[in-house]
């Protein structure tokens, strides 16, 4: 999979946190009818996850558009991928992952989170820390914000912060 340069295209990738089980999507997105979270071992098992969510919202007589697939992916980021791998090994988190684990910097997740677009593997994507969500959480509004920004993605300032408890550093829209 490759990082798309404009990945805004058609419907733009949709990016939420899921902060002690509160759910914010954190994009300026027009909602869908339904929203559908995901879990799924590997990128390929969603991507089919999705395609049957689709596939039975058709079924039933809707259009596949009105159903929104959110992939969950647990997160651990810092400034760079080392730091990341050993605050990780050094956390009290489940061996196995309930969904899609990424563990590097924030540049590296914005991809992740481009690829899942791009590949139409989810139409938006939940964001879980694994280990301190500010810590977390601040480098997805400094770092992942930013990037998927500049390629097209709209988030709302307000929820990003309301979120992260951090001012994203970027031109998020006011909202």
């Known amino acids: 999979m490759s990082h798309s340069s404009d990945i805004a295209h058609a419907r733009p990738i949709r990016v939420a946190l899921?902060?002690?089980?509160?759910?914010?999507?954190?994009?300026?997105?027009?909602?869908?009818?339904e929203m559908?979270?995901?879990?799924?071992?590997?990128l390929r098992e969603a991507q089919n996850l999705r395609t049957r969510l689709r596939a039975e919202a058709?079924?039933?007589?809707?259009?596949?558009?009105?159903?929104?697939?959110y992939l969950d992916i647990e997160i651990h980021i810092a400034d760079d991928a080392r730091t990341a791998r050993r605050e990780f090994s050094g956390l009290d988190a489940p061996v196995?992952?309930?969904?899609?684990?990424?563990?590097?910097?924030?540049?590296?997740l914005a991809g992740l989170i481009a690829d899942v677009k791009a590949a139409d593997v989810a139409d938006?994507?939940?964001?879980?820390?694994?280990?301190?969500?500010?810590?977390?959480?601040?480098?997805v509004a400094y770092g992942?914000?930013?990037w998927l920004e500049d390629r097209g993605v709209a988030f709302s300032a307000s929820k990003v912060e309301g979120a992260t408890g951090v001012r994203p550093a970027s031109h998020v829209l006011a909202s």
């Open 96 to 108: 196995v992952p309930a969904s899609i684990r990424y563990i590097g910097t924030p540049v590296g």
């Open 18 to 33: 899921d902060v002690l089980g509160q759910w914010t999507e954190l994009t300026d997105s027009t909602p869908s009818s």
């Open 124 to 139: 938006g994507v939940t964001l879980i820390a694994v280990g301190p969500q500010e810590a977390n959480f601040g480098k």
């Open 144 to 146: 992942v914000v930013p």
């Open 58 to 69: 058709v079924e039933s007589g809707k259009n596949a558009d009105d159903v929104a697939v």
């Open 36 to 42: 559908v979270r995901i879990q799924a071992e590997d």
